[in-house]
């Protein structure tokens, strides 16, 4: 079972900054099958990023993702208001079985 | 536009079995390459993935839960199903199915269901 590792549990960033979260494999994922979630409160997970680094339908560009094997990175150039929210990695592919990461808090600072 | 909807009792007491039933419209759950799955995620915690089922009906299912879940799929009405027996407080949480392809993300969620163990 691969075991995926976020970091950091929150981040405190004000609008306008960049946000850069990680998410850390305990094993290499097979062909870079790793997504990232936003969730907001009272919401289910939205897709953001698949395949490490391919915007999901409608996913706006200030919304980047990169790495492979082990370490990915999500990154968001300039947060708007509507960014706040939680952010979970993913890994997926030829296996049926899927783990998330911990999730990483984008909060108002 | 392809919709998920679980429903179920939103309480269910201490030893019991929690039973959800996701509905699908806007497309069919016999589609094929598609895996129908359950996500939980316990008030204030992160996200664990339940188990899934397979168009062709086989079954996966996360190790930590596996001597508990049962998934099940009914073509006729374009639903499929959760039963997660034994539950303990533990259980409580909100779950939520959801769909991915083979080599593909969860890319369709339902809202979400928030179900309590408690007597």
């Known amino acids: 079972e691969i075991v995926l590792t976020q970091s950091p549990g929150t981040l405190s960033l004000s609008p306008g900054e960049r946000a850069t979260l990680s998410c850390r494999a305990s094993?290499?994922?097979?062909?870079?099958?790793l997504a990232w979630y936003q969730q907001k409160p009272g919401q289910a997970p939205r897709l953001l990023i698949y395949g490490a680094s391919s915007r999901a339908t409608g996913i706006p560009d200030r919304f980047s993702g990169s790495g492979s094997g082990t370490d990915f990175t999500l990154t968001i150039s300039r947060l708007e208001p509507e960014d706040f929210a939680v952010y979970y990695c993913q890994q997926y592919g030829s296996s049926p079985l899927l783990t998330f990461g911990g999730g990483t808090k984008v909060e108002i600072k | 536009q392809l919709q998920l909807q679980e429903s179920g009792p939103g309480l269910v007491k201490p030893s019991e079995t929690l039973s959800l039933t996701c509905t699908v419209s806007g497309g069919s759950i016999s589609s094929s390459s598609y895996y129908w799955g359950w996500i939980r995620q316990p008030p204030g915690k992160g996200l664990e993935w339940i188990g899934s089922?397979?168009?062709?009906?086989?079954?996966y299912y996360n190790p930590s839960l596996k001597s508990r879940v049962t998934i099940s799929v009914d073509t006729s009405k374009n639903q499929f199903s959760l039963k997660l027996s034994s539950v303990t407080a533990a259980d409580t949480a909100v779950y939520y199915c959801?769909?991915?392809?083979?080599?593909?993300?969860?890319?369709?969620w339902g809202q979400g269901t928030l179900v309590t163990v408690s007597s």
């Open positions: 094993q290499s994922v097979s062909s870079s099958y």
């Open positions: 089922i397979y168009y062709s009906g086989s079954t």
């Open positions: 959801a769909r991915r392809g083979v080599y593909s993300p969860l890319d369709y």
